[in-house]
DNA sequence: CAGAAACGGGG
DNA sequence: GTGTACGTTTCTG
């Protein structure tokens, strides 16, 4: 038996005699330090929630008898705080439960049920708490081959764990980033894949590589001139290979740049078996548009990661990297480019210092954007790929889900279609704007609420399970109208929703811990001499604010397991009472607001009581 | 006017 | 694959 310590770089299932197997992608901390290991678990099981209805022994006999599951396991959860049996449900493989959950759906037992539809590679990280891009230690026997591996990479280890995983250290670790770019013949406009060929491909990466694979510019000293374009793509491949990288990025490569290369590839009889298990590049099917994906490679696509991360009216690589940098970066027309390659001379070496200035801008926006989304996921505790390419409100989800998860409350179902096209139409009211007092302003004082919708979703204990509904349908709330005592509600401007005072609401008790956790990194950066360290803390105190920040927005998110249309309005309400409050009490102090959004404003002083309109009536 | 379709990024 | 983006703008009937 041997034990190693690794980093959870990537993980998946595969399917071995008809049993799912856990693989964890990783590379090894300390002993043998930085080599590739994947680690096979056999033991986790895949299984849902029922909900029964009526006689619980006649139930799971009727379920037996329908779908013939691997086990039934009699299981106390709590549904919106209040406790309720369930039956946990365990299936042979992943697959049975998107297959057996309509029948048992249907079961005149069967209330309802829980749980369905959480992939099994997150339901294995959540119910092992372990955490991708943190350090942990496995246990097990080291074997020399295992079904879908098929890496000629001699220093693979390969693991069969004896138990599954536990976590050591969650805390931040460096990882070794290459960046890539395509530049391809051009001569009809967007290029062909068909036709087109490759004539340079850009790496540069936080190891020092810096250079241009091509068939001509044997005279750049950043330049490796080959014969063919076949010799540019293998030579790439060999470069990724023996460099062990962590993680690659390119700028909207997922829809560009690793398609193209796939094509590519294939007329020139290429393999792109750049997967840690020797596996090739494939494509996920994730909506409308494909994901380009590596086995214990991660690729990231900085696009998608710039649109959520900055704000802006376009997204180009220049654009956004003047945005980051202040700076412009080269540039070459992009229906020129053919030209450039043709010429042969000085417009050919332009094309080469802009082939070099794409890929290491792009490593340099890497460089600059990740560590705050290798918080998240330290933070929400899903895969780096799957944290890049989520929606905020997907983050805040996951990260719930986990929280439901130690604290035994079983998560709401995702809506059904209609109930996702009700939701779309449900419009709510925004934060209060006074429209700006036209003019040149002086001596203007500024006031804002720190973190105003958090904080009002704590204080309000703002939460779909505490919120009184008249139906009864949350019997630890109210049973009926007559039997409520105000007193114990917190009740919202506009809509008079209620919310009781106690217990704690599942969401404000989850953002209060974020918070909290917010401010005791906040003290430790402040301790901090270091200044690398301080950094990190930096990073890690952004990552929960935007965490919290997502937090309010996500009651009006259409998709959310926890949607409350009650409490989207009920934060928005009681935030236009608040600044409208605190707008009325400097005025007592003889500050008029002359301009005021959502959760500050700006005021003048006017000792003599009179606002600007007060002064625009008496000069007409 | 409402619902459908296109668009973004990339060369 | 315990799956199927997304929000906005422009087009079309």
Redo the contacts with the bound molecule.
């Keep these: 038996m041997e034990k190693r310590k690794m980093i959870i770089i990537d993980i998946?299932?595969i399917t071995n005699n008809d049993k799912?197997v856990v693989r964890l992608f990783g590379k090894t901390k300390g002993e043998k330090e930085g080599q590739h290991i994947i680690a096979l678990d056999e033991t986790?099981?895949?299984?849902?929630y029922v909900q029964p209805k009526g006689d619980i022994e006649k139930c799971i006999d009727q379920i037996e008898e329908k779908i013939e599951p691997k086990n039934i396991v009699k299981v106390e959860m709590k549904d919106f705080q209040i406790k309720k049996q369930f039956l946990k449900v365990f299936?042979n493989?992943?697959?049975?439960?998107?297959?057996k959950?309509d029948t048992l759906r249907g079961l005149e037992c069967v209330s309802n049920i829980r749980?369905?539809?959480?992939?099994?590679?997150?339901?294995?990280l959540i119910d092992n708490d372990l955490f991708p891009m943190g350090v942990v230690e496995v246990e097990g026997e080291l074997i020399d081959s295992y079904p879908t591996i098929t890496s000629e990479d001699k220093s693979l280890e390969i693991m069969k764990l004896n138990h599954s995983p536990k976590m050591v250290d969650n805390s931040y670790q460096s990882f070794s980033i290459l960046s890539f770019?395509?530049?391809?013949?051009?001569p009809?406009?967007?290029?062909d894949s068909s036709k087109d060929e490759i004539?340079?491909i850009g790496a540069a990466s936080n190891t020092g590589i810096a250079k241009v694979i091509s068939t001509k510019g044997e005279d750049l000293d950043f330049v490796e001139t080959v014969p063919t374009e076949k010799d540019m793509i293998e030579s790439f491949v060999n470069l990724i290979k023996e460099n062990n990288f962590d993680i690659i990025v390119g700028?909207?490569?997922d829809?560009?740049?690793f398609p193209?290369l796939r094509d590519r590839a294939k007329i020139l009889g290429v393999d792109l078996d750049l997967g840690m298990d020797g596996s090739s590049l494939k494509f996920?099917?994730?909506?409308?548009?494909n994901a380009a994906t590596l086995k214990g490679l991660i690729h990231v696509d900085l696009?998608?990661v710039m649109?959520r991360y900055m704000n802006?009216?376009?997204?180009?690589?220049?654009?956004?990297y003047l945005e980051l940098f202040g700076e412009e970066k080269i540039d070459v027309?992009?229906?020129k480019?053919?030209q450039y390659w043709d010429s042969d001379s000085e417009p050919l070496n332009q094309l080469f210092d802009y082939?070099l200035d794409?890929t290491v801008s792009t490593l340099k926006i890497a460089e600059q954007t990740l560590p705050i989304n290798l918080e998240l996921t330290r933070v929400v505790g899903q895969p780096f790929f799957d944290i890049t390419r989520?929606?905020t409100?997907?983050q805040a989800e996951w990260y719930l889900v986990r929280k439901a998860f130690e604290i035994d409350e079983i998560v709401p179902n995702?809506p059904t279609g209609q109930e996702f096209r009700n939701r779309k139409h449900a419009s709510n009211v925004g934060g209060y704007v006074k429209e700006p007092e036209v003019g040149l302003h002086e001596n203007l004082v500024q006031f804002d609420f720190r973190s105003l919708y958090p904080s009002l979703i704590i204080s309000k204990n703002i939460s779909p399970d505490v919120l009184y509904r008249e139906d009864g349908s949350l019997d630890n709330i109210a049973t009926d109208i007559g039997s409520v005592d105000e007193e114990d509600y917190y009740i919202s401007p506009e809509h008079h929703y209620m919310f009781k005072k106690f217990p704690i609401g599942f969401i404000p008790s989850v953002i209060g811990n974020v918070l909290d956790e917010r401010v005791r990194i906040k003290a430790k950066m402040k301790k901090s001499t270091d200044y690398t360290e301080r950094m990190m803390f930096d990073v890690q105190q952004q990552a929960l604010k935007r965490l919290a920040n997502t937090m309010y927005g996500v009651y009006g998110?259409?998709?959310f397991r926890w949607y409350s249309f009650e409490c989207a309005q009920a934060i928005t309400a009681w935030g236009r009472e608040n600044i409208k409050n605190a707008m009325k009490y400097a005025e007592n102090y003889g500050f008029y607001a002359i301009y005021a959004d959502t959760d500050g404003f700006y005021c003048k002083y006017r000792p003599d009581g009179l606002t600007e309109e007060d002064l625009k009536a008496r000069r007409e």
């Design positions: 998946d299932y799912a986790f099981e895949p299984y849902l299936f493989h992943p697959q049975d439960v998107p297959q959950r749980e369905h539809d959480i992939p099994f590679y997150r339901r294995y770019d395509l530049e391809v013949y051009n009809k406009g967007m290029p004539i340079m700028y909207n490569s829809n560009f740049d193209y996920l099917r994730r909506g409308y548009t696009y998608l649109r802006l009216d376009r997204y180009t690589l220049e654009r956004v027309p992009g229906d480019i053919y082939s794409d989520m929606a409100g997907q995702k998110y259409s998709r």
